[in-house]
T-cell receptor, first 113, second 115 residues
Framework: GEDVEQSLFLSVREGDSSVINCTYTDSSSTYLYWYKQEPGAGLQLLTY?????DMKQDQRLTVLLNKKDKHLSLRIADTQTGDSAIYFCAEIRASNSGYALNFGKGTSLLVTP | GAVVSQHPSWVICKSGTSVKIECRSL??????MFWYRQFPKQSLMLMATSNEGSKATYEQGVEKDKFLINHASLTLSTLTVTSAHPEDSSFYIC???????????FGNGTRLTVT
């Protein structure tokens, strides 16, 4: 099947903004998600955007959605060292049971002092 | 926010034994639970979907006799890795949702090591 694509690695300095990009595959996905995974931990839902929205802002997080290009981005303002983690974007995709989340391979964000 | 609890966090077992992993939704009723597997530096691979009170639906390539899933109540699903082998060593993560298209919440995962 088609893959959700993300760049694998991003390094930024503390205080700068981070932008993580994602290209998804299923234009019928009602929601698109961003999850954060810290080492050895499960996934934490960061934010999500409904497909009829172009932008969603939640404190330091801004999600931009371009449905025409199937492009999703996550901007983290004033990035902190605690933001270092792997960030996954996910779409809703049909599965054998009906629906499930289909993930990209994740973007490792490294924030340096 | 919604909380999904997964237990145990890590387990080491001998080859040939079986291991049970529990996934509980703590503050909501999860009609559907999903089991994922994650290899190092890889994305999450959906293994199966369990619906309360019915048989689990497995994704292609996942052996249903090896990975037994039970979803006996609206708050608990279990994954049993039967006759475990070293190649089953992995990070298993469950997630739970209520309604279709509602955000899924994940447990903290179980690190399984089979020796």
């Amino acid at each position: 099947g088609e893959d959700v694509e993300q760049s694998l690695f991003l390094s930024v300095r503390e205080g700068d903004s981070s932008v993580i990009n994602c290209t998804y595959t299923d234009s019928s996905s009602t929601y698109l998600y961003w999850y954060k995974q810290e080492p050895g931990a499960g996934l934490q839902l960061l934010t999500y955007i409904f497909s009829n929205m172009d932008m969603k802002q939640d404190q330091r997080l801004t999600v931009l959605l371009n449905k025409k290009d199937k492009h999703l981005s996550l901007r983290i303002a004033d990035t902190q060292t605690g933001d270092s983690a792997i960030y996954f974007c996910a779409e809703i995709r049909a599965s054998n049971s009906g629906y499930a989340l289909n993930f990209g391979k994740g973007t490792s964000l490294l924030v340096t002092p | 926010g919604a909380v999904v609890s997964q237990h145990p966090s890590w387990v080491i077992c001998k080859s040939g034994t079986s291991v049970k992993i529990e996934c509980r939704s703590l503050d909501f009723q999860a009609t559907t639970m999903f089991w994922y597997r994650q290899f190092p530096k890889q994305s999450l691979m959906l293994m199966a979907t369990s619906n309360e009170g019915s048989k689990a639906t497995y994704e292609q390539g996942v052996e249903k006799d090896k990975f037994l899933i039970n979803h006996a109540s609206l708050t608990l699903s279990t994954l049993t890795v039967t006759s475990a082998h070293p190649e089953d060593s992995s990070f298993y993560i469950c997630s739970a949702g209520g309604q279709v298209n509602s955000p899924l919440h994940f447990g903290n995962g179980t690190r399984l090591t089979v020796t």
